[in-house]
């Protein structure tokens, strides 16, 4: 009997590295295409990506696209539980943010959850408060988020936890936008920049 609990371990062992190797694969892969889409449209010539979203803070406050008007918006699409990708980026977005200075008085930094059943408002707002303040956290409908990835071109995708049922994961485009005063989207970033050349690049906008 003990040597068979210990089989069943290292099956059940196999079968969770086996499916944390798969979200890997599968994260590598969304990874792959957020650099074709920074390949394919991350020029300023292109006039497909963006356009009006209404998405909720946690005062109640609804903002749209023309809350923005004025100032330059980047936008990074993501969700607080997750594991790497998401804070990295976020802390470079706080780090650029605290290099440009007085420049960033020109930007918003906007987070936008992929994950609107566990996200909610609040729980974005509590989310980016450990990111130094300067990120705005939005949420709302999964119809408006789903609408504003279309917008963007995002892709996200659900990935059950077998060993926790009710629990999942979220793969997802992880780029950076950026969209200028006018509301026309402008570049993209690549993921996981670091916060020195972040800022270098959109000190280029906000010269």
């Not at 990874?31 to 889409?37: C, D, I, K, P, T």
């Not at 996200?156 to 005063?181: C, I, K, M, W």
Request: proline share 6%; glycine share 10%; net charge positive.
């Amino acid at each position: 009997m003990p040597r068979r609990r210990a089989q069943r371990r290292r099956i059940t062992t196999r079968r969770a590295n086996l499916a944390v190797a798969c979200v890997a694969i599968v994260l590598a892969v969304l990874a792959a295409g957020s650099v074709w889409l920074l390949d394919r449209v991350g020029r300023p010539a292109t006039g497909a990506i963006g356009g009006p979203f209404a998405l909720t803070q946690a005062d109640g406050h609804v903002v749209t696209q023309r809350d923005f008007r004025g100032r330059y918006l980047l936008l990074y699409f993501g969700y607080t539980s997750c594991p790497d990708v998401c804070p990295t980026t976020l802390s470079a977005i706080a780090d650029a943010v605290g290099i440009l200075g007085a420049r960033a008085d020109r930007l918003r930094a906007v987070f936008v959850t992929v994950d609107p059943h566990r996200d909610t408002a609040h729980v974005v707002a509590a989310y980016v408060r450990h990111f130094g303040g300067r990120i705005i956290g939005l949420s709302g409908t999964p119809e408006q988020i789903t609408a504003m990835e279309r917008a963007y071109h995002v892709t996200s995708v659900v990935y059950p936890d077998e060993r926790n049922p009710g629990q999942y994961s979220v793969g997802h485009t992880a780029v950076l936008f950026l969209v200028g005063p006018d509301g026309r989207y402008l570049r993209a970033f690549a993921p996981m920049e670091s916060g020195p050349d972040l800022a270098r690049k959109l000190a280029a906008y906000l010269a």
